[in-house]
């Protein structure tokens, strides 16, 4: 299969190296972008099916999150896996408290989140571990071909939703360059250098021209996404 940069190339027309407008770092945040949006307009039911599943134990007893969506939190209580209960970060003494009603316990437990982390209580152990299902964000990088743990009949829309992207990023930077010329023709025309005014104009046209070009294909592309995402949905 075509790399993510090869698919844009061949939607938008653009060429794409590492001094382009957009360059292939810019072309992966885009790609990172998509995905994510992508992610966040399933129904929760379908994320679910692209969760990763996160083991807790005596070594490894919490789980920076960087950004993931929890599912859900289990931890072992020597027979079968507990589900574990959210509360809030500041009643976090109160579940460890074994005289108070929220107390956490092995067939009750618990867990909360603060500065990106999650932590379960009573703590996991090697011999009563926490399983922590969270839906990962994938980075895309420009040269990848494929995405794990992503639906397969939604993965061109990632590189759709980064052509519109590398699009507009095409468009803005033509039409710095075509104002560029349109002020260097005033410039020439207050010099009264017609020749060199007119030729400052043309320019600028066949920058307007190429902008024009880019916005009808980013149209085009943009409801094809938009499409494909009613679809997914």
């Known amino acids: 299969m075509?790399?993510?940069?090869?698919?844009?190339?061949?939607?938008?027309?653009?060429?794409?190296?590492?001094s382009s407008a957009p360059t292939q770092s810019e072309l992966?945040?885009?790609?990172t972008d998509g995905a994510k949006e992508i992610l966040n307009t399933l129904p929760r039911s379908k994320q679910s099916?692209?969760?990763?599943?996160?083991?807790?134990?005596?070594?490894?007893?919490?789980?920076?999150l960087l950004g993931s969506e929890v599912f859900s939190v289990t931890r072992?209580?020597?027979?079968?896996?507990?589900?574990c209960r959210r509360v809030p970060?500041?009643?976090?003494?109160?579940?460890?408290?074994s005289d108070d009603m929220m107390a956490a316990t092995t067939t009750d437990p618990a867990y909360y989140v603060t500065n990106n982390i999650l932590v379960v209580v009573p703590s996991p152990t090697n011999a009563q571990n926490a399983h922590v299902h969270t839906l990962n964000y994938p980075t895309v990088a420009f040269g990848d071909s494929a995405i794990a743990k992503f639906p397969d009949d939604g993965e061109y829309l990632v590189p759709l939703y980064a052509s519109i992207k590398s699009l507009q990023n095409a468009i803005e930077t033509t039409r710095a360059l075509s104002n560029t010329q349109f002020d260097s023709a005033v410039t020439a025309n207050t010099s009264e250098d017609v020749e060199?005014?007119?030729s400052h104009i043309s320019?600028?046209?066949?920058?307007?021209?190429?902008?024009?070009?880019?916005?009808?294909?980013?149209?085009?592309?943009?409801?094809?996404?938009?499409?494909?995402?009613?679809?997914l949905k």
């Open 2 to 18: 075509a790399t993510f940069e090869a698919q844009v190339e061949g939607l938008t027309g653009l060429s794409i190296d590492g």
């Open 28 to 31: 992966s945040q885009f790609l």
């Open 49 to 64: 099916l692209f969760t990763t599943a996160n083991d807790l134990n005596g070594s490894s007893q919490s789980l920076t």
């Open 76 to 83: 072992d209580d020597g027979t079968i896996n507990q589900p």
């Open 89 to 97: 970060a500041e009643l976090n003494g109160r579940i460890r408290d």
């Open 196 to 198: 060199l005014a007119s």
């Open 203 to 231: 320019a600028g046209n066949a920058y307007l021209n190429e902008i024009n070009s880019m916005e009808k294909q980013q149209a085009k592309l943009q409801v094809d996404y938009d499409k494909g995402i009613q679809e």
